[in-house]
């Protein structure tokens, strides 16, 4: 199923991934987590994809499966991270970031739909079946 358009291309950057568990974890590291919804940043016109995800470990995933759960366990967490996104590069003198679909967090589903979309992006880049013409990383 495709999704639904925001008209943009993406940025070539891998999906960002927020983790919004109990437990502070190591930026860049990889860890098992739970996909439970995405925003669809706009970042100087490209989009940007995040993930809002909670660790497979924490103490709370059993009670998170979706981004409606979200606002019950972490009230009011998917707001302070769209207002973080949007506002994070104002100090710089940029213009704020802005979201597809009218702000919202996109449900479960549908995120799981752009992580497959991404990742089949990046194994046709890494496999040679789309030219890498911007010279991106494929570490």
Request: with cysteine; charged share 30%.
């Amino acid at each position: 199923m495709p999704l639904p358009c925001v008209c943009l291309q993406g940025d070539n950057d891998p999906v960002d991934v927020v983790e919004i568990g109990s437990s502070t974890l190591k930026m860049g590291g990889v860890y098992k987590v739970k996909p439970l919804g995405v925003y669809a940043m706009i970042d100087d016109g490209e989009l940007d994809w995040k993930v809002i995800a909670i660790a497979a470990d924490d103490p709370k995933a059993s009670k998170v499966n979706d981004v409606a759960d979200v606002e019950k366990e972490f009230p009011g967490e998917l707001q302070k991270i769209m207002e973080w996104f949007r506002d994070y590069k104002i100090p710089d003198g940029k213009p704020a970031n802005s979201y597809g679909y009218n702000n919202e967090c996109k449900d479960k589903a549908f995120t799981m739909h752009v992580i497959k979309e991404t990742h089949e992006a990046y194994v046709h880049l890494k496999s040679g079946q789309r030219a890498n013409d911007e010279d991106l990383s494929l570490i």
